[in-house]
T-cell receptor, first 113, second 114 residues
């Protein structure tokens, strides 16, 4: 069975500071990894995904995540956060058939001035 | 492309009543998924359809829950004899044949069972 662990329920950070949101997964089969973001009062949006190839994947708004097979991790990072990045971030894993996503419990990123 | 839509956005009901939610996926998306999200948790998979066929159901989906996608377009999720533990956000998502790994989520239906 697949599972995802997000150890940090909340990460407070000041604007323009770097941030890392941690995600560890467990899977007995090939993994496909995702980060979704949920802004206040909005639906889940895909931020970035790892399917194959380069282990470093980037989003259009400056986030990046690195797939680390040996550490079974897919941490999300951003070198300089903005107030507008305040949201809940969910890490998820899928199987080869993409039949379902298994989500972590989420990390709330709070960016303050 | 208007995105995934869900109706209603909010529903308050009394314990024991039946409720039905509707999801309209993105046009021509062949897969449709239902998830449930409770406070402080990530979404949990309930079931999914490929076209009109329901291919997988979670054990979370008790016999009080039923989902349909009769013509392979919109889907309904019905909960019979609601219980207070059914209070949650019900999320619908869809994905296309060419990019099945990317699920697009709707805004959700928030259910409160009194």
């Amino acid at each position: 069975a697949q599972s995802v662990t997000q150890l940090d329920s909340q990460v407070p950070v000041f604007e323009e500071a770097p941030v890392e949101l941690r995600c560890n997964y467990s899977s007995s089969v090939s993994v496909y990894l995702f980060w979704y973001v949920q802004y206040p009062n909005q639906g889940l949006q895909l931020l970035l995904k790892y399917l194959s190839g380069s282990t470093l994947v980037e989003s259009i708004n400056g986030f990046e995540a690195e797939f680390n097979k040996s550490q079974t991790s897919f941490h999300l990072r951003k070198p300089s956060v903005h107030i507008s990045d305040t949201a809940e971030y969910f890490c998820a894993v899928s199987d080869e058939g993409f039949q379902k996503l298994v989500f972590g419990t989420g990390t709330r990123l709070l960016v303050s001035p | 492309d208007t995105g995934v839509s869900q109706d209603p956005r909010h529903k308050i009901t009394k314990r024991g009543q039946n409720v039905t939610f509707r999801c309209d996926p993105i046009s021509e998306h062949n897969r449709l998924y239902w998830y449930r999200q409770t406070l402080g948790q990530g979404p949990e998979f309930l079931t999914y359809f490929q076209n009109e066929a329901q291919l997988e159901k979670s054990r979370l989906l008790s016999d009080r829950f039923s989902a349909e996608r009769p013509k392979g377009s919109f889907s309904t999720l019905e909960i019979q004899r609601t219980e207070q533990g059914d209070s949650a956000m019900y999320l619908c998502a869809s994905s296309s044949r060419l990019a099945q790994e990317t699920q697009y989520f709707g805004p959700g239906t928030r259910l409160l069972v009194l």
